[in-house]
T-cell receptor, first 114, second 109 residues
Framework: KAGVTQTPRYLIKTRGQQVTLSCSPI?????VSWYQQTPGQGLQFLFE???????NKGNFPGRFSGRQFSNSRSEMNVSTLELGDSALYLC?????????????FGQGTRLTVV | KQEVTQIPAALSVPEGENLVLNCSFT??????LQWFRQDPGKGLTSLLL?????REQTSGRLNASLDKSSGRSTLYIAASQPGDSATYLC????????FGAGTTVTVRA
């Protein structure tokens, strides 16, 4: 069965631009979570979507937003990019999220802001 | 706020030695704890999930224990191989995954 698919794998953007990242969860999984990984801060939770609704949100500015479609695919958007947004962005899918279900991660999107 | 600590930060062992990786967390109100492996520049691969009601979980050469009351988990990897070289991350799940900084393991041939 196919795993979690993230596209694109690599992106280079200029400060001030915006970017959209995509995540297709494992078939049948309804929860999608996004994480940012940097060398300094490690892995930090951005937000979680379940059945097209944002269920939980981490401590990131409003420039970071997301959405989930009816087929459970999710997109993450970052507006007005800053150099500090350079990171590996990972998405995870799980059956329902939270309740004792295993999270599976994609390969990530490496975003570089110049 | 949940704080997750992993000790040691790095570990280098000769092939065949057993590995012991430690994880501690500050808030015991968790749904489960999950161990992951990450290769450089790649995503996370799930190794083991221990539900909050469990004490232990095993998969092949891997065994993980969980002591919720003391806020600790340990991952044991038996008979290490060079292919086990990677960063190992533990994550506790309350309503989101909170990660430790990881233990980078090098297994020397």
């Amino acid at each position: 069965k196919a795993g979690v698919t993230q596209t694109p794998r690599y992106l280079i953007k200029t400060r001030g631009q915006q970017v959209t990242l995509s995540c297709s969860p494992i078939s049948g999984h309804r929860s999608v979570s996004w994480y940012q990984q940097t060398p300094g801060q490690g892995l930090q939770f951005l937000f979680e979507y379940f059945s097209e609704t944002q269920r939980n949100k981490g401590n990131f500015p409003g420039r970071f937003s997301g959405r989930q479609f009816s087929n459970s695919r999710s997109e993450m958007n970052v507006s007005t990019l800053e150099l500090g947004d350079s990171a590996l962005y990972l998405c995870a899918s799980s059956l329902v999220g939270n309740v004792n279900t295993e999270a599976f991660f994609g390969q990530g999107t490496r975003l570089t802001v110049v | 706020k949940q704080e997750v600590t992993q000790i040691p930060a790095a570990l280098s062992v000769p092939e065949g030695e057993n590995l012991v990786l430690n994880c501690s967390f500050t808030d015991s109100a968790i749904y489960n704890l999950q161990w992951f492996r990450q290769d450089p520049g790649k995503g996370l691969t799930s190794l083991l999930l221990i539900q909050s009601s469990q004490r232990e979980q095993t998969s092949g050469r891997l065994n993980a224990s969980l002591d919720k009351s003391s806020g600790r988990s340990t991952l044991y990897i038996a008979a290490s191989q060079p292919g086990d070289s990677a960063t190992y991350l533990c994550a506790v799940d309350d309503y989101k995954l909170s990660f430790g900084a990881g233990t980078t393991v090098t297994v020397r041939a």
